[in-house]
């Protein structure tokens, strides 16, 4: 079955950076466009970032971009997501997603904290 594990999540001041791990199994990974979405306390899911099947492509939400950077290697199943200049407001739990057959994969989930 399809599995989604996030990881590379933690503690991190104003302005350091983190790289988050998405290791994907159970679905021909190679294939499909993944998402990187994020929670914070009281808020609604949003999209934060979108890489293509090849990894040529990607989109970001306007408030990561220029600070986000979303890749990933298909030989290794895994998809990544680098942080830079991370601000408080980033604090949230962070999840990769996919989407196959009409139906929407998440993983566990990754957390992120951004605080001096």
């Known amino acids: 079955q399809v599995q989604l594990v996030e990881s590379g999540g933690g503690l991190v001041q104003p302005g350091g950076s983190l790289r988050l791990s998405c290791a994907a199994s159970?679905?021909?990974?190679?294939?499909?466009?993944l998402k990187w979405y994020r929670q914070a306390p009281g808020k609604e899911r949003e999209l934060v970032a979108i890489?293509?099947?090849?990894?040529?492509?990607?989109n970001y939400a306007d408030s990561v971009k220029g600070r986000f950077v979303a890749s990933r290697d298909n030989a290794k199943q895994t998809v990544y997501l680098e942080m830079n200049s991370l601000k408080p407001e980033d604090t949230a739990v962070y999840y990769c997603n996919v989407y196959r057959y009409d139906q929407n994969y998440w993983g566990q989930g990754t957390q992120v904290t951004v605080s001096s």
């Open positions: 890489i293509t099947s090849a990894g040529v492509g990607t």
């Open positions: 159970g679905f021909t990974f190679s294939i499909y466009r």
